[in-house]
């Protein structure tokens, strides 16, 4: 089979699946466990990563990948970046947030959830595998998607390490908006990866000395 000889090669791969995919009469078990298999398999060694989405939508996909690819790295290594992750709930606001962080010089990537979830996480995923610094707005989107999308960025980190991939990620700030209320409660982490958390609940504006932290970051150079 052609995928048994692809999986042998060490370069990584990346594999698509249309979200219909109009399985042949009597194949539809076989390919339907096989495609399973590949969307819900242990993908920790970094061979592939598996993409389910429309056509045009996976254009995009591979669009961000090779801009990726093409990225300066300085230094031998991975650019210093923020990336500001958002739910649709609060996109609005998180469009404040990173038009305010441009206006410092701070270099910010945005990242928004689309319509279709496995997208979505797609994008999330090859995101934060750049990211050294990732924002994650707390608003109106409810706690569960934002431990989810805390969990995810530490098993990302966590398969780079695994696979001996080098990896980016050294800070997540979780950025409390004013619809939060400042209501947050954050579970334990491992200490792999440092949380700091920016409580600007308390006015629509950003408040200047709420962002200084990650500002001063921005300006350092190097790991909080």
Do not use: C
């Given at each position: 089979?052609?995928?048994?000889?692809?999986?042998?090669?060490?370069?990584?791969?990346?594999?698509?699946?249309?979200?219909?995919?109009?399985?042949?009469?009597?194949?539809?078990?076989?390919?339907?466990?096989?495609?399973?298999?590949?969307?819900?398999?242990?993908?920790?060694?970094?061979?592939?990563?598996?993409?389910?989405?429309?056509?045009?939508?996976?254009?995009?996909?591979?669009?961000?990948?090779?801009?990726?690819?093409?990225?300066?790295?300085?230094?031998?290594?991975?650019?210093?970046?923020?990336?500001?992750?958002?739910?649709?709930?609060?996109?609005?606001?998180?469009?404040?947030?990173?038009?305010?962080?441009?206006?410092?010089?701070?270099?910010?990537d945005f990242n928004q959830e689309s319509h279709d979830p496995n997208l979505s996480l797609t994008k999330f995923e090859q995101s934060v595998r750049q990211a050294q610094n990732l924002i994650i707005l707390?608003?109106?989107?409810?706690?569960?998607?934002?431990?989810?999308?805390?969990?995810?960025?530490?098993?990302?980190?966590?398969?780079?390490?695994?696979?001996?991939?080098?990896?980016?990620?050294?800070?997540?700030?979780?950025?409390?908006?004013?619809?939060?209320?400042?209501?947050?409660?954050?579970?334990?982490?491992?200490?792999?990866?440092?949380?700091?958390?920016?409580?600007?609940?308390?006015?629509?504006?950003?408040?200047?000395?709420?962002?200084?932290?990650?500002?001063?970051?921005?300006?350092?150079?190097?790991?909080?």
């Open positions: 089979m052609q995928w048994e000889i692809a999986l042998k090669s060490e370069v990584r791969k990346l594999i698509w699946q249309p979200v219909d995919p109009g399985l042949a009469e009597g194949q539809e078990d076989i390919q339907r466990d096989f495609l399973d298999n590949l969307a819900n398999g242990d993908r920790s060694s970094g061979q592939y990563e598996f993409v389910r989405a429309a056509q045009t939508d996976f254009f995009y996909v591979i669009r961000d990948k090779i801009a990726q690819l093409l990225l300066p790295t300085g230094n031998g290594g991975p650019r210093r970046t923020f990336l500001v992750d958002t739910h649709q709930k609060d996109q609005l606001y998180a469009f404040k947030l990173a038009g305010f962080l441009a206006e410092y010089d701070v270099e910010v707390a608003g109106k989107v409810e706690h569960a998607w934002l431990w989810g999308r805390i969990k995810k960025a530490f098993k990302i980190v966590s398969e780079q390490f695994e696979a001996e991939d080098t990896f980016a990620l050294e800070n997540i700030w979780v950025y409390l908006a004013p619809a939060s209320e400042g209501r947050l409660a954050l579970p334990k982490f491992p200490p792999l990866i440092k949380i700091n958390i920016l409580d600007n609940s308390h006015t629509e504006t950003i408040d200047p000395q709420v962002i200084s932290p990650l500002l001063e970051q921005a300006n350092a150079g190097g790991p909080a």
